[in-house]
C-alpha cells in the first residue's frame, strides 16, 4: 500500500532519543534497558539486511542465518564501541559493517557459537521473505534491496504505531475503516458508508481523515528522526524514501 508523505513539522521534537542515542548510551551502559534497546534496533534492521543477504546470492534458509549470525558476533564483540554519529547514518554504518562481515567473518571454517550472554534474536523471516520476493526486479542490486527494506520497515512501523494510538483512544473499527485513505489513492469506501459504520458525519469523516493523514505524517518523521543524527537531515531522508520507493 503506497503511504503518503505529509507537509513539513518541527522535527526538533523528534530528536529525544534517535536510534545513534540508543546506540551511544547501549555502549556505555550494561543493563537489561541497554539491551533491550540494542534488540529493538536489530529487530528494526533486520529485515533490511536479510534483503541485502538474499540479494547477495544466498537461500532464505542462509540469509536468516547469516543475519541472525552477524548481530550475534556484532554484539558480542562491542561493535558499538567504535561508532559515533559523526560517521553518518545509522543504517549505512550497519550495512558497511554487514558487507565486512560477509567477507571476512563468515568464510571462516569454525563458526562463533551464539549464546554466553549475547543477544539472540527470533527472526520471523516468512513474511520478510515474501516481501522481498514480491519486491525483487531483474534489475536489483544488493544495495538497491537493502534500501529498499529499510523504507518499508520505516512505513510498517509509522503505521503500526498509528494503529496502536487508534486503538488506545477506542478507535480500532475507525481505523481500519480510514487506513485505505493513506494511500493517497481514491477511497474505495464512500465516506456516507464510513459515517453511518461509525455513527458519525460526513463531515465528521472528513475531519477524521486529516486527522489522521496529518498524525501520520509526524510519526513518520519521528520514525525518520530516528535514523539520522540532525534534524535538517530528516526532509533529505523523506525525498530519499520516496524516490527509493519510486513514489513523488
Known amino acids: 500500500m503506497a503511504k503518503p508523505i505529509q507537509p513539513a513539522l518541527d522535527t526538533r521534537a523528534c530528536f529525544q532519543e534517535t536510534h545513534w542515542s540508543v546506540v551511544l ?15 529493538a534496533l536489530c529487530r528494526t534492521y533486520w529485515p533490511p539486511l536479510y534483503a541485502f543477504i538474499r540479494r547477495d546470492g544466498h537461500s532464505p534458509e542462509e540469509a536468516q542465518d547469516l543475519t541472525q549470525e552477524f548481530f550475534a558476533r556484532f554484539l558480542k564483540r562491542n561493535g558499538l564501541a567504535t561508532i559515533s554519529p559523526d560517521k553518518g547514518r545509522f543504517r549505512s554504518f550497519l550495512l558497511a559493517v554487514l558487507k565486512h562481515f560477509l567477507i571476512n567473518e563468515w568464510r571462516r571454517e569454525q563458526r562463533q557459537k551464539r549464546g554466553g ?9 516468512e513474511p520478510i521473505e515474501a516481501r522481498y520476493q ?12 537493502f534500501e529498499r527494506h529499510w523504507a518499508f520497515t520505516v512505513l510498517d512501523q509509522t503505521m503500526n504505531r498509528l494503529r496502536e494510538e487508534y486503538a488506545r483512544s477506542g ?14 489513492q481514491k477511497r474505495s469506501t464512500p465516506r456516507a458508508q464510513i459515517a ?4 458519525i458525519s ?6 477524521a481523515v486529516h486527522r489522521l493523514r496529518r ?3 509526524e510519526l513518520l518523521r519521528e520514525e525518520i528522526a530516528h535514523t539520522v543524527n540532525e534534524p535538517d537531515e530528516v526532509e533529505a531522508e523523506i525525498r530519499h524514501l520516496k524516490a527509493v520507493l519510486g513514489r513523488s
Open 117 to 125: 550472554g549475547c543477544l539472540t534474536i527470533s527472526l520471523d523471516a
Open 171 to 184: 478507535k480500532s473499527d475507525l481505523f481500519d475503516l480510514l487506513q485505505e485513505t493513506l494511500s493517497g
Open 202 to 207: 460526513v463531515g465528521a469523516v472528513d475531519v
Open 196 to 199: 453511518a459504520r461509525c455513527g
Open 134 to 145: 514480491t519486491e525483487l526486479v531483474a534489475t536489483a542490486t544488493p544495495e538497491s534491496a
Open 25 to 39: 548510551a547501549a555502549r556505555e551502559t550494561d543493563s537489561s534497558r541497554a539491551e533491550a534497546a540494542l534488540e
Open 215 to 217: 498524525r501520520y505524517g
